[in-house]
């Protein structure tokens, strides 16, 4: 998945503007949602969440947007256990508004 995050980058104007900006790449295992955590994520008001795992290291922050061509997650936390064995991050699914 393309890893991105935000970068404040001169406006060109004398000002600054905020933009998403693709780090690289990351080789993570993402676990899929229940049947009722995807039913309440389809409603106006649900968080669709998937808990992301990567190699101890992993350059993946708080903040970061994990991207491929059907999903986009948002990092929200990022654990490590005591043993270095993995990176978990707790992720929230950026769907689309229906319109």
Do not use: F, N
Request: contains cysteine.
């Amino acid at each position: 998945m393309g890893l991105w995050r935000r970068t404040t980058v001169p406006d060109g104007a004398g000002g600054h503007e905020t933009i998403w900006v693709q780090q690289g790449t990351v080789r993570v295992r993402i676990s899929q949602p229940t049947g009722t955590e995807s039913k309440v994520g389809d409603t106006e008001q649900g968080e669709l969440t998937h808990q992301v795992y990567d190699e101890p290291g992993s350059p993946i922050r708080r903040g970061d947007e994990l991207r491929d061509a059907a999903l986009t997650l948002r990092v929200m936390r990022v654990l490590a256990p005591s043993e270095a064995i993995y990176l978990r991050a707790d992720c929230e699914e950026q769907q689309p508004e229906r319109g």
